[in-house]
């Protein structure tokens, strides 16, 4: 079954202590939606400008994403700016162009309104919502978000919570939303607000699931050095809702091998500058890493 | 087969945000013990000064702990008082007086010399070093450190790793010892240094061991809310060593289960103050959570 990803297209500026890469493609709904390709088939829903390089057109369509979604509006791709520090757990924003993302209203062909299993990448969840106003029955519906739309939109993210069966969200924010530092606590705080499944995730310490048959960890995929951390936790999303939409069976157990999945990806996310290393996956390389994170939790 | 602890006996004075209680039994050899009794039997090495409470002689005796190397000396037994921030992650020293500690020499009883399982809790490497000077051919050597000795006594330590087989610190230290903010080249430094297996400690993100074949990663048995946890990480070690000297077979294999055995008494460990909790723990129970890890990590 086919996986709907709605999030950010972005050109990303990325500066680490060792390099600099300016305007990359970026954005929470590419690199979710490169991620899920190499599982199932994805349909893109974003904006860019008509400044958008050809050459991520080309990138999007080897990795084989319909781009009926994607809306191509006069004037500049968002753009995003930024910086990390020498141990690439923090970054800073250096600049934000909205763009043509300033105006951006999801708007769905209607071949896209019956896809099975929604990935609401990060995006203002009032556009989240809007995309599942469009859609018909799915079977599976998913949502990231970021600290920012928890300060400024918070009434939003909550209405939206109350719609999806999945929320994804790292530590720092499942304590700004709960007022929890624990974060089984934290984790059954977001469960009253709506979706049965709570993902949070923890960096480089993994990601724990909380769900109706209780809890699992997965730690992540260990490296040895991190190029660029941009996208890790899109790419692990994205993966995670590739692999569920092409698996049949019960759900959970599919989230569970779905959240390892998606640590691999991830983690060939971190080891090259934007999508350059992801784009050039292979499924045995992606096996690979699966067959070793079983190892590495074996006991 | 048996295992000799050596470290700290002590009395701990603990204030978390909810509670205050003066002069618990602590000390890295008592959590070690106390934890590693439920396993094997435990030669205690140790002293403390002959106002240390009866009761806590025969708490060690109730966990069967043999305490022929415990020397009662005349003066005050060793006693630490700290306090933790909201989180519990943090704590600070309020006050720490050695007393009997201060001289203390580690003497081994002829029949300790034999012991199969060395386990040198966190005590000054100098004193981890004469133990090993005493024993004839043990089976393993495992050994626990703290800040303080990278700090006051890092070339004891260094002539220490040289000869133990197991090395366990936390992140901090393991950052401190080789300067790697990555976890995988701090382990890959200090396998240099001595020791085949390096374990780092994550607190509440788990451990991750690093040997020939290989790493293991367990997650921290997830709590929900945490009473006290000071010597945790002495229980979790304890548990580990504990369990290795009751199981025949490859020692890696059952080194990873014993680092979940380990998580799991270190997690009883923090829903009491001091040992209060560990002490009326069952194997019915210990078995019971790490059933319970088994099924949180399992994909």
């Given at each position: 079954?086919?996986?709907?990803?709605?999030?950010?297209?972005?050109?990303?500026?990325?500066?680490?202590?060792?390099?600099?890469?300016?305007?990359?493609?970026?954005?929470?709904?590419?690199?979710?939606?490169?991620?899920?390709?190499?599982?199932?088939?994805?349909?893109?829903?974003?904006?860019?400008?008509?400044d958008f390089p050809k050459q991520y057109i080309r990138l999007y369509k080897r990795h084989k994403i319909d781009l009926q979604g994607l809306q191509i509006l006069p004037g500049k791709t968002f753009h995003?700016?930024?910086?990390?520090?020498?141990?690439?757990?923090?970054?800073?924003?250096?600049?934000?162009?909205?763009?043509?993302?300033?105006?951006?209203?999801?708007?769905?062909?209607?071949?896209?309104?019956?896809?099975?299993?929604?990935?609401?990448?990060?995006?203002?969840?009032?556009?989240?919502?809007?995309?599942?106003?469009?859609?018909?029955?799915?079977?599976?519906?998913?949502?990231?978000?970021?600290?920012?739309?928890?300060?400024?939109?918070?009434?939003?993210?909550?209405?939206?919570?109350?719609?999806?069966?999945?929320?994804?969200?790292?530590?720092?924010?499942?304590?700004?939303?709960?007022?929890?530092?624990?974060?089984?606590?934290?984790?059954?705080?977001?469960?009253?607000?709506?979706?049965?499944?709570?993902?949070?995730?923890k960096g480089h310490n993994g990601a724990f699931l909380s769900g109706p048959n209780g809890l699992f960890v997965t730690p992540a995929y260990p490296l040895e050095s991190v190029v660029d951390p941009t996208g890790a936790g899109d790419s692990f999303v994205g993966g995670m809702v590739g692999y569920l939409a092409n698996k049949p069976g019960p759900i959970e157990r599919n989230l569970r091998r779905g959240m390892v999945y998606g640590s691999v990806i991830a983690s060939y996310c971190c080891e090259g500058f934007g999508l350059s290393r992801t784009t050039k996956l292979t499924r045995a390389q992606i096996e690979k890493r699966v067959k070793e994170l079983r190892q590495v939790t074996k006991f």
């Amino acid at each position: 079954m086919s996986v709907l990803v709605v999030g950010s297209t972005a050109l990303d500026s990325i500066k680490t202590p060792h390099a600099e890469n300016p305007r990359l493609l970026g954005g929470s709904a590419s690199h979710s939606a490169v991620a899920a390709s190499f599982f199932a088939p994805v349909k893109l829903v974003g904006v860019v400008g008509d400044d958008f390089p050809k050459q991520y057109i080309r990138l999007y369509k080897r990795h084989k994403i319909d781009l009926q979604g994607l809306q191509i509006l006069p004037g500049k791709t968002f753009h995003w700016s930024g910086e990390y520090e020498v141990n690439m757990d923090n970054r800073r924003t250096l600049l934000t162009e909205l763009g043509v993302f300033e105006t951006f209203t999801p708007t769905l062909p209607k071949e896209h309104q019956n896809t099975e299993y929604v990935l609401l990448a990060n995006i203002a969840p009032s556009l989240q919502s809007h995309v599942l106003d469009q859609m018909r029955r799915p079977k599976f519906i998913t949502a990231d978000t970021m600290d920012l739309w928890l300060n400024i939109a918070l009434k939003d993210l909550l209405a939206l919570l109350k719609r999806v069966d999945c929320f994804v969200l790292n530590e720092s924010e499942a304590h700004q939303l709960t007022e929890c530092t624990n974060m089984l606590k934290a984790a059954r705080a977001i469960h009253k607000l709506g979706p049965k499944y709570v993902i949070i995730k923890k960096g480089h310490n993994g990601a724990f699931l909380s769900g109706p048959n209780g809890l699992f960890v997965t730690p992540a995929y260990p490296l040895e050095s991190v190029v660029d951390p941009t996208g890790a936790g899109d790419s692990f999303v994205g993966g995670m809702v590739g692999y569920l939409a092409n698996k049949p069976g019960p759900i959970e157990r599919n989230l569970r091998r779905g959240m390892v999945y998606g640590s691999v990806i991830a983690s060939y996310c971190c080891e090259g500058f934007g999508l350059s290393r992801t784009t050039k996956l292979t499924r045995a390389q992606i096996e690979k890493r699966v067959k070793e994170l079983r190892q590495v939790t074996k006991f």
